[in-house]
Nanobody, 128 residues
Framework: QVQLVESGGGLVQPGGSLRLSCAAS?????????SGWFRQALGKGHEGVSSITNDGTTYYADSVKGRFTISRDSAKNTVYLQMNSLKPEDTAVYYCAIDPFNFVDSTNWYHPQWYDYWGLGTQVTVSS
């Protein structure tokens, strides 16, 4: 079973950048179909931010297109989320998750129910 640990969160000013990392252990990411990033703002549900499949197909929420980039380093068994031009509304706890069973596609990648393994999250706060 895979374990996921997120890192890289913190406090940043509007317009700034952060790179989140999700390190996997216990198994290789290539063994699983898709890796995704979700976020949860205070008082709200999980929102799909981005996802990447093992053939390199990427998906993004409209709210982050052009600002966030997801990538995966198989050698390091890590998934990244590069976040640029951050806005106060990006403030949330960010989670990485894995779909092990090839459920994710362009119509459902943003639904948390398709991801079976989750990390504990890392806080991102965008404020001046």
């Amino acid at each position: 079973q895979v374990q996921l640990v997120e890192s890289g969160g913190g406090l940043v000013q509007p317009g700034g950048s952060l790179r989140l990392s999700c390190a996997a252990s216990g198994s290789t990411l290539n063994s699983y179909y898709a890796s995704g990033w979700f976020r949860q703002a205070l008082g709200k549900g999980h929102e799909g931010v981005s996802s990447i499949t093992n053939d390199g197909t990427t998906y993004y929420a409209d709210s982050v297109k052009g600002r966030f980039t997801i990538s995966r380093d198989s050698a390091k068994n890590t998934v990244y989320l590069q976040m640029n031009s951050l806005k106060p509304e990006d403030t949330a706890v960010y989670y990485c998750a894995i779909d092990p069973f090839n459920f994710v596609d362009s119509t459902n990648w943003y639904h948390p129910q398709w991801y079976d393994y989750w990390g504990l999250g890392t806080q991102v706060t965008v404020s001046s």
